[in-house]
């Protein structure tokens, strides 16, 4: 759905040269891996990665100093996945309690496949259990403009072997169930600071009494699409046979605060969804969550929170109408407050292409390591640099910030080596949106109208030619020595 024009952050300054060749002491400089040594390779490897995030480790690292000082990392045990994602973790958290407005952390879980990997024993059932790999749960904290601040939490699951003949009880009291990843990606955070606002955004997936229960004792703000019709608890506005409602039922029966249009996206799955604009009726009222039968001790014993109606207005005859029931805590009286609400659900997309650029950009499972151990903080480092050139891409997507300079982004040198490929002129005022292009052409994007926008291998090519560019263009603006 469309969202309100509003700021873009609070981070539009010009952005030096040094500021983006120190990505990796930005981002990792503050590892705690037990030797100097170790935090300098990380910070050199994370640097060359920036300048080259596509293609084969080797390809990446073509001076095997630096592949084989990548190698030696990874095989030490104090490089794990969360010392080498810890240093990064605390620049984005920083930049949230920094971020004027709300912050948003979107949660979901993709799978990736290592199932060619005959080494690594250690991985669980993925897909449809034929195929091994790990659930990667990632929780993205961005802005309501979308954009990207960083990674606050990944954790790489390995699904269990479950028993043939565990009961549904056993299964719901397993420490390691599924369902809890949802709490797990959340407790590292913490709660927001006083006066910040910080919100939980999920799918369907995360719809469990258990999380929504903790959300509450921990004083947490979520926004999140429901998937079970739960039971209510009556209340004084409820009499009778009302308190056995569903929560689907009542969430149909409000009336409606407004009307709104919004672009659909297209959906790949089973459906077969085609992108379109579509006009929804919203509606929003005060919800008591009844505490299903079958919880688990220590929960609440209900959950007041507030339910919006999303409904589809006379929806094309060959497509299945748009229908969501979204729940929060956070008061949503007027139509204003139910389509914040909402815009903040449909910001969960960003970590769907996220997880594409996990995939198709940086290639994180086409990694080639034959141990666990030296896998887990590839993976890791591999996701920092993903999350932030998706924030380049997902600027140049944004109607807003697609118009800032681009400079305030990336550093003038690479406005002025690409515009001047691109337009055979320098051009220093290049949009985000222009620099994105460019960059896709550099990559192969043809640059058409009904091309759209480039794609995640696209805008690596390009990021990856520009890298050379631009070492060139340094190279000569270096001052030589002149003999005296």
Same mark, same amino acid.
């Given at each position: 759905m469309d969202r309100p024009v509003g700021k873009v952050g609070s981070h539009d300054m010009d952005v030096k040269p040094g500021q983006w060749v120190g990505f990796g002491q930005k981002h990792f400089g503050g590892a705690c891996l037990g030797d100097a040594r170790r935090r300098k390779r990380l910070v050199k490897t994370a640097e060359l990665l920036m300048q080259n995030?596509?293609?084969?480790?080797?390809?990446?690292?073509?001076?095997?100093?630096?592949?084989?000082?990548?190698?030696?990392?990874?095989?030490?045990?104090?490089?794990?996945?969360?010392?080498?994602?810890?240093?990064?973790?605390?620049?984005?958290?920083?930049?949230?309690?920094?971020?004027?407005?709300?912050?948003?952390?979107?949660?979901?879980?993709?799978?990736?496949?290592?199932?060619?990997?005959?080494?690594?024993?250690?991985?669980?059932?993925?897909?449809?259990?034929?195929?091994r790999g790990y659930i990667c749960h990632n929780s993205l904290a961005i802005t309501p403009q979308r954009e990207v601040l960083g990674?606050?939490?990944?954790?790489?699951?390995?699904?269990? +072997? *479950?028993?043939?003949?565990?009961?549904?009880?056993?299964?719901?009291?397993? !420490?390691?169930? $599924?369902?809890?990843?949802w709490l797990a990606g959340c407790e590292p955070t913490g709660v927001a600071p006083a006066g910040d606002l910080w919100v939980d955004v999920a799918d369907r997936g995360s719809d469990t009494f258990e999380f929504l229960s903790y959300e509450h004792q921990h004083g947490r703000h979520y926004t999140l699409r429901s998937a079970r019709d739960r039971c209510l608890n009556g209340g004084e506005e409820e009499p009778g046979e009302a308190s056995l409602r569903k929560l689907h039922e009542y969430a149909a029966s409000l009336a409606r605060v407004g009307e709104r249009e919004g672009q659909v996206h297209g959906n790949r799955g089973r459906s077969k969804r085609k992108a379109r604009r579509a006009r929804v009726a919203v509606g929003a009222g005060p919800v008591r969550l009844r505490v299903p039968a079958a919880a688990g001790p220590g929960l609440?014993? +209900? *959950?007041?929170?507030?339910?919006?109606?999303?409904?589809?207005?006379?929806? !094309?005859?060959? $497509?299945?109408?748009?229908?969501?029931v979204l729940l929060t805590d956070l008061p949503t009286e007027t139509f204003g407050e139910a389509c914040e609400r909402l815009d903040w659900?449909?910001?969960?997309?960003?970590?769907?292409?996220?997880?594409?650029?996990?995939?198709?950009?940086?290639?994180?499972?086409?990694?080639?390591?034959?141990?666990?151990?030296?896998?887990e903080p590839v993976i890791a480092l591999l996701s920092v640099v993903t999350a932030m050139l998706l924030n380049l891409r997902q600027l140049a997507r944004e109607e807003t910030s697609g118009r800032q300079a681009a400079r305030t982004v990336v550093p003038l040198l690479y406005v002025q080596v690409l515009s001047g490929w691109r337009y055979r002129e320098v051009r220093e005022e290049l949009t985000v949106l222009e620099f994105c292009m460019a960059l896709g052409k550099l990559g192969g994007h043809l640059n058409r109208k009904g091309d759209g926008l480039p794609g995640w291998r696209t805008l690596w090519r390009g990021w990856w030619e520009l890298q050379a560019m631009v070492r060139g263009a340094e190279a000569i603006r270096r001052p030589k020595c002149v003999e005296t």
């Open positions: 995030p596509s293609g084969s480790l080797p390809q990446r690292l073509k001076d095997w100093a630096d592949l084989n000082g990548l190698y030696r990392l990874a095989n030490c045990p104090a490089a794990s996945h969360a010392a080498v994602l810890e240093p990064h973790r605390q620049v984005t958290l920083e930049r949230m309690r920094e971020t004027a407005g709300p912050v948003l952390i979107v949660h979901d879980s993709t799978e990736l496949d290592y199932t060619g990997h005959r080494t690594l024993r250690k991985l669980g059932p993925i897909g449809k259990g034929n195929r990674l606050v939490n990944q954790i790489l699951h390995i699904r269990r +072997e *479950v028993p043939e003949g565990e009961t549904r009880q056993q299964k719901r009291e397993h !420490p390691d169930r $599924e369902s809890r990843l609440e014993q +209900e *959950v007041s929170a507030w339910v919006i109606d999303v409904r589809e207005i006379a929806p !094309p005859a060959d $497509e299945e109408p748009v229908r969501w659900y449909c910001c969960r997309i960003v970590i769907e292409e996220f997880h594409r650029g996990m995939k198709s950009g940086s290639g994180v499972e086409e990694l080639q390591f034959e141990a666990e151990e030296r896998l």
